[in-house]
């Protein structure tokens, strides 16, 4: 039963922080949608009730300006960060 408890916890968490990076950025479900090449109401999905799938984890972090690490667990790599600072900047 624990183990059903740390899925839905990570799924919630997860979930929260994709809307969190979004809004943080400024962009509209609609927009970010668009950006990821998915349907808006699929994206809304992400943010609500099930985690985006890993084929969109790397774009949607470099567009948020986050590392991959961060995206799925909160927890950042300062080294991580700095590279995609770095590479947004090219």
Known sequence: MSGFCDEELFNNSYCARVRSLRIERGWSAEQMAT?????????RKYETRSPM???????????????IQY???????????????????K
């Open 53 to 67: 799938p890993a084929y969109l984890i790397e774009r949607f972090a470099l567009i948020v300006g986050a590392d």
């Open 71 to 89: 995206v799925l667990t909160g927890k950042s790599d300062k080294r991580a960060s700095a590279d995609v600072a770095q590479t947004i900047r």
């Open 35 to 43: 950006a990821l090449g998915i349907p808006p109401d699929r994206y």
